[in-house]
């Protein structure tokens, strides 16, 4: 018999409940239990950054995060941050301006990795960015627009 925990999860404000093992990843959590698909699956392994959410305000790899160690904190996944009127984020609408994608697979990640980048005050430069984003991927080299979009999204921060 398979042992589960039961856990209250809040993410993008609003509360979840849900049963699993508890050896769950979050990022499993979110996109088979609560189907929150936003958050992309890339290595599985914490080297790419596609799996990028924020924990209360950190950003945090869902693929090496027990859904049980979030319990009680605040989760915020891609879809999270659009506002409740439906405006894009600032940083999301920069990532369209600027053409920061091109397969879209490492875009959710990007952006929550530019999201804490710019809280964190750590867009200074585009040295400060390319270091700080150095943690997701980009298999397209979209690596520039992705820079531009961070900057523009920080001047008007």
Sequence with gaps: MTRTVHLSLDINTRRHELDVEPRVMLLDALREQLG???TKKG??????GACTVHVDGKRVLACLTLAAQVEGRNITTIEGL?????DLHPVQAAFLE?????CGYCTPGQIMSAVAC?????AGSD???R????GNLCRCGAY???VAAVREAAEMA
């Design 36 to 38: 929150l698909t936003g």
């Design 43 to 48: 290595c599985d392994q914490g080297q790419c």
């Design 82 to 86: 659009v506002a409740g009127n439906g």
């Design 98 to 102: 600027h053409d920061a994608f091109q």
């Design 118 to 122: 710019i809280r964190e005050g750590r």
């Design 127 to 129: 040295e400060e960015i």
């Design 131 to 134: 270091e700080y984003m150095a």
């Design 144 to 146: 520039n627009h992705i």
